[in-house]
């Protein structure tokens, strides 16, 4: 495990985009981190960089219902999102694809 030179947690999309444009710009590493779950591999600053962590990033933006999709920010867990659809007759199980963020 190799942690990251720093951790910024970002709260809105315009804050990562000012992030991301710096660290690009400074020619240093970006690890992103969502929920934590762990079920993507986890998250290793092999090159040290920037962690940015989008856990605070957690809004649900967009339902359909009509074509069962949702659209949040990446640090919705499954559990809030299932909180949510609760009473549509919808829910997210573990090793779903597809859920895309904001």
């Given at each position: ?16 985009q000012e992030l991301a444009a710096l660290c690009h ?78």
């Amino acid at each position: 495990c190799a942690p990251p030179d720093v951790v910024v947690w970002p709260q809105a999309v315009g804050q990562v985009q000012e992030l991301a444009a710096l660290c690009h710009r400074c020619r240093v590493p970006m690890v992103p981190f969502g929920t934590g779950t762990g079920l993507e591999g986890g998250v290793n600053a092999v090159q040290g960089g920037v962690c940015f962590d989008l856990s605070r990033m957690d809004a649900i933006a967009q339902l359909s219902l009509e074509d069962f999709s949702v659209t949040v920010e990446p640090g919705v867990t499954r559990k809030a999102l299932n909180k949510h659809l609760r009473g549509t007759g919808l829910w997210f199980p573990v090793g779903t694809v597809g859920m895309r963020g904001v």
